[in-house]
């Protein structure tokens, strides 16, 4: 019975359909816009990307903007990379002075 109530309430078709609207690369989930790349597998390249970034000093946003990701999935890739010891340590580098100024992602 439940179940039926639920397939003919338009609350929750309504619902339905904004967790299914994509725009342009960025799904959105009730209004939160997610990175394209959220949740797929990483490849090498773009492994690499990321561990090359950091190495040369780019921050957490930067490295999030150029590889369409979430800047805690940059995060857990370095952790799992041996990149950072912890998700806290690459925080600590979430925007550089560049990204305050340019007003990027942070």
Known sequence: MVDRTCRLDPR???LDRRVS??????????????AANHGKPWSPEEKLAA?????????LGQLADALDR??????????????????????ERLTSESDDENGSRG
């Open 12 to 14: 929750i078709k309504l």
């Open 21 to 34: 609207l994509q725009v342009g690369g960025t799904a959105k989930v009730e209004g939160i816009a997610q």
């Open 51 to 59: 561990a090359r970034g950091w190495a040369e000093g780019q921050s």
């Open 70 to 91: 979430s800047p805690g999935g940059v995060a857990g890739a370095l952790v799992r990379m041996g990149a950072v010891e912890s998700r806290e340590e690459a925080r």
